[in-house]
């Protein structure tokens, strides 16, 4: 059975940073394509960044560029998304995923198979 478990979560006002986790089992994460995706209140869940599976190439949504660091760490079967230079419009729920997308369809969340539960990041002004 797979599970992908996030955490790293929280409170942190405007600039500062975050680390999220996804610790995988039931799947190796080298052999997924891995995503974070996000969603705030009101909102539709939205892409967020992916290590494809197929090239180990890193893609990132224009807002995050620049921000945001996406890693994977095989020995521990875990992906990571480094939050740096937060804003109030990174506030949302945050969700990690793993599927087989081919690379047209990477930003979409309907092409991952897996999910986690979701962490909480709130991003004060």
């Known amino acids: 059975q797979v599970q992908l478990v996030e955490s790293g979560g929280g409170l942190v006002q405007t600039g500062g940073s975050l680390r999220l986790s996804c610790a995988a089992s039931?799947?190796?994460?080298?052999?997924?394509?891995m995503a974070w995706f996000r969603q705030a209140p009101g909102k539709e869940r939205e892409f967020v960044a992916a290590?494809?599976?197929?090239?180990?190439?890193?893609y990132y949504t224009d807002s995050v560029k620049g921000r945001f660091t996406m890693s994977r760490d095989n020995a521990k079967n875990t992906v990571y998304l480094q939050k740096n230079s937060l804003k109030p419009e990174d506030t949302g729920v945050y969700y990690c995923?793993?599927?087989?997308?081919?690379?047209?369809?990477?930003?979409?969340?309907?092409?991952?198979?897996?999910w986690g539960q979701g962490t909480q990041v709130t991003v004060s002004s």
């Open positions: 290590f494809n599976r197929n090239n180990n190439n890193l």
């Open positions: 039931g799947l190796t994460v080298r052999s997924y394509t």
């Open positions: 995923a793993a599927g087989r997308p081919i690379l047209s369809a990477l930003r979409q969340s309907d092409m991952y198979s897996d």
